[in-house]
């Protein structure tokens, strides 16, 4: 089977937002299939059951498999990490950007769309990927820093910090996101 890519946006965010369209294209100039699923948004769509039914999908039809890398930014990390622990879904590796898992308190719609993600054992994701790899910053304005380092520190099998990032996001000066390449 052929190696594919996933990317995966956060809450309220779009497959055009941030550096998703950038590092879309960029794997597709590479000559490698790359899919960046449009979730459903927004307080009362966006779910975990509207998300997962809309993934399931691309795993129906067979694209989610050993060989394909996932990368996620904000609430994707945990959405994926409880998507394939709970459908014991075995992937080549996963990328995840300012995750984080258990955490209340950036603004009330924001904790809406974001709880039914969140998952108690999220280390349990470490069986289902070979490799982790965690990218976070220490002054996003949205999860505090010690959040997404505790994410980090229970599934990373590698964890790249990059300071004054914010949320590695276009508010912080991220359309493109260089660093990431070296791990795709």
């Keep these: 089977m052929q190696e594919n890519y996933f990317i995966i946006h956060g809450s309220f965010s779009s497959p055009y937002s941030n550096w998703i369209g950038w590092l879309h294209d960029f794997i597709e100039d590479e000559g490698k299939q790359v899919y960046v699923p449009d979730f459903p948004i927004g307080v009362g769509y966006q779910n975990y059951e509207n998300w997962s039914k809309l993934l399931k999908y691309y795993l129906d039809l067979g694209l989610i498999n050993e060989n394909t890398t996932v990368i996620g930014h904000s609430i994707a990390p945990a959405f994926i990490s409880k998507f394939l622990t709970e459908n014991k879904l075995k992937v080549k590796k996963l990328i995840f950007v300012c995750g984080f898992n258990n955490y209340l308190g950036i603004n009330e719609e924001y904790d ?10 999220l280390e349990d994701v470490k069986q289902y990927a070979n490799k982790i790899i965690c990218f976070y ?24 910090f990059i300071p004054n990032a914010g949320h590695i996001n276009s508010e912080s000066g991220y359309d493109t996101f260089e660093e990431i390449v070296t791990y795709l």
Excluded at 112 to 121: C, E, I, K, L, P
Excluded at 139 to 157: G, H, L, Q, R, S
């Design 112 to 121: 809406a769309v974001n709880r039914t993600m969140y998952f108690d054992n």
């Design 137 to 160: 910053s220490d002054n996003d304005p949205y999860v505090k820093y010690e959040v997404e380092k505790d994410f980090a520190n229970k599934v990373a099998t590698e964890q790249v």
